[in-house]
């Protein structure tokens, strides 16, 4: 188990897991989020955007990556989890972590367009059975800056 002095290292050093997850998710031409899934400072599962590969919607990082702890725990509760992702989870992934019990969401950039943990609305503040912890804006400037290069070199792709 990896001994953290406080939570604002214990988050930096999975985000930057979560970092390295959307790294590989750009790599192949995914927009570029990534997810890791801790239980007690462990890492048990990993993910990333997959939409365009697999042809799936529901192929988000977070999705991805609570299907595998769900896996890797024999269960879908994962009460006892953590999960960090690069970018704020839309509506579905928000859904999903209510459903799979996760305490603690951290993500990294807001999602002004479509992030339901704050920045459009906060579906955890809504009366539903399950309310996660929420830390948003850790690696903040990192995670957006991943997003917005992807972008960037997408649109000179398309304009030449």
Not at 53 to 66: C, D, F, K, Q
Not at 112 to 141: Q, T, W
Request: hydrophobic letters at 40%; proline letters at 3%.
């Amino acid at each position: 188990m990896t001994m953290f002095s406080d939570d604002n290292e214990r988050f930096a050093y999975f985000m930057q897991k979560a970092l390295e997850q959307a790294a590989l998710a750009k790599s192949i031409g995914e927009v570029p989020v990534g997810a890791v899934v801790t239980r007690n400072d462990v890492i048990i599962a990993t993910a990333f955007n997959r939409r365009e590969t697999v042809r799936s919607a529901a192929s988000h990082a977070e999705l991805e990556a609570i299907h595998k702890a769900c896996t890797v725990l024999n269960g879908w509760r994962l009460w006892e989890c953590e999960l960090y992702v690069t970018l704020e989870p839309c509506p579905m992934c928000a859904g999903a972590i209510i459903n799979s019990r996760i305490r603690r969401v951290v993500f990294g950039a807001y999602d002004k367009k479509a992030g339901s943990c704050g920045s459009v609305i906060n579906l955890f503040d809504l009366p539903y059975n399950h309310k996660p912890e929420i830390v948003g804006g850790v690696m903040e400037r990192e995670c957006g800056e991943m997003l917005s290069s992807f972008f960037k070199d997408l649109r000179k792709k398309k304009n030449s």
